[in-house]
């Protein structure tokens, strides 16, 4: 069964500055995808980037971007120039290509902002 | 718009009381899915289904019962054998099954509580 682990239960940053979330995964699987969340007070998830493994370069969303390793199985998200509405709890999760198309989440880590 | 609706917002239980929470999507969606959210762990699934009248149980399935009687909706019943009801609950849903890097979209949630 595939694992993902968020190691970073909490963290903070400075209003406009960089952030980096750590996310790893085991699986055995060469294909599959990879997602990252966030949830916000409201309680809403809300879809922040994604991944395909077989894609060598790394995805990007505006201020957001992935440093995807894939032999290392890590995952990684960058928040750049970072604003008061990222404070959210971040949520990285794995889904299989071949075999379904349930997600396996990590514990999660919360972005605080500073002003 | 179309999306995901979750009712009610609020629900309590008594003891020894089976409560129904309903999920309901427009977006068309084959897959749908509940999970769990406690208090700092991430989204645990349930129950998931990917095409009407079948449905798998994921990883905390015990004491809950689901039903896929039409493709918009996916009740959640938390009977009276889940001893620990208490939490958050999300229904998400997505395009497809097998294959599919669409991500699952999801609900604003329901929180269950005991009386």
Same mark, same amino acid.
């Given at each position: 069964?595939?694992?993902?682990?968020?190691?970073?239960p909490e963290m903070?940053?400075?209003?406009a500055?960089?952030?980096?979330?750590?996310c790893?995964?085991?699986?055995?699987?060469?294909d599959?995808y990879l997602?990252?969340?966030?949830?916000p007070p409201?309680?809403?998830m809300?879809?922040?980037?994604?991944?395909?493994a077989?894609?060598?370069?790394?995805?990007?969303e505006?201020?957001?971007?992935? #440093?995807?390793?894939?032999?290392a199985?890590s995952?990684?998200?960058?928040?750049? $120039?970072?604003?008061?509405?990222d404070?959210?709890?971040?949520?990285?999760?794995?889904?299989?290509a071949?075999?379904?198309?349930?997600l396996?989440?990590g514990?999660?880590?919360?972005?605080t902002? #500073?002003? | 718009d179309?999306g995901?609706?979750?009712s009610p917002?609020?629900?309590?239980r008594k003891?020894?009381?089976n409560v129904?929470?309903?999920? *309901?999507?427009?977006?068309?969606? $084959?897959?749908m899915?509940?999970y769990?959210?406690?208090?700092?762990?991430?989204?645990?699934?349930?129950?998931?289904?990917?095409?009407? #009248?079948?449905?798998?149980?994921g $990883?905390?399935?015990e004491?809950y019962?689901?039903?896929?009687?039409?493709? *918009?909706?996916?009740?959640?019943?938390?009977?009276?054998?889940?001893?620990?009801?208490?939490?958050?609950?999300?229904?998400?849903?997505?395009?497809?099954g097998a294959?599919?890097?669409?991500?699952?979209?999801f609900? $604003?949630?329901?929180r269950?509580?005991?009386?």
């Amino acid at each position: 069964a595939q694992t993902v682990t968020q190691s970073q239960p909490e963290m903070s940053v400075q209003e406009a500055e960089t952030v980096t979330l750590s996310c790893t995964y085991d699986t055995s699987e060469s294909d599959y995808y990879l997602f990252w969340y966030k949830q916000p007070p409201s309680r809403q998830m809300i879809l922040v980037i994604r991944q395909e493994a077989y894609k060598q370069q790394n995805a990007t969303e505006n201020r957001f971007s992935v #440093n995807f390793q894939k032999a290392a199985k890590s995952f990684s998200l960058k928040i750049s $120039d970072s604003q008061l509405g990222d404070a959210a709890m971040y949520f990285c999760a794995y889904r299989s290509a071949p075999s379904g198309s349930r997600l396996t989440f990590g514990e999660g880590t919360q972005l605080t902002v #500073n002003p | 718009d179309g999306g995901i609706t979750q009712s009610p917002k609020y629900l309590f239980r008594k003891e020894g009381q089976n409560v129904t929470l309903s999920c *309901e999507q427009n977006l068309n969606h $084959d897959a749908m899915y509940w999970y769990r959210q406690d208090p700092g762990q991430g989204l645990r699934l349930i129950y998931y289904s990917q095409i009407v #009248n079948d449905f798998q149980k994921g $990883d905390i399935a015990e004491g809950y019962s689901v039903s896929r009687e039409k493709k *918009e909706s996916f009740p959640l019943t938390v009977t009276s054998a889940q001893k620990n009801p208490t939490a958050f609950y999300l229904c998400a849903s997505s395009p497809q099954g097998a294959g599919s890097n669409q991500p699952q979209h999801f609900g $604003d949630g329901t929180r269950l509580s005991i009386l």
